[in-house]
């Protein structure tokens, strides 16, 4: 596991031994992302939402951005 980050140089926000996670590859994705953030802080979730993503959802974004989507 040499992909592994020390607990002291991860942010406040992620310290700790429980998060929320899910993967995003397209922005066909991004509504139910952004509602599922919503909905975990809305019920007060004490742990953190981490979004993994690909990089081919960094092509699609940078494809909406010069196109002004």
Do not use: H, Q
């Not at 992302?33 to 953190?48: E, F, I, N, Q, V």
């Amino acid at each position: 596991m040499g992909n592994c980050v020390p607990e002291s140089a991860k942010p406040p926000e992620l310290r700790g031994s429980k998060v929320w996670t899910t993967l995003i590859t397209n922005t066909a994705y991004l509504s139910g992302l952004l509602t599922l953030d919503y909905s975990l802080k809305r019920a007060g979730s004490k742990y953190p939402l981490v979004v993994l993503y690909t990089d081919s959802f960094l092509r699609m974004d940078t494809k909406l951005w010069t196109r002004g989507e």
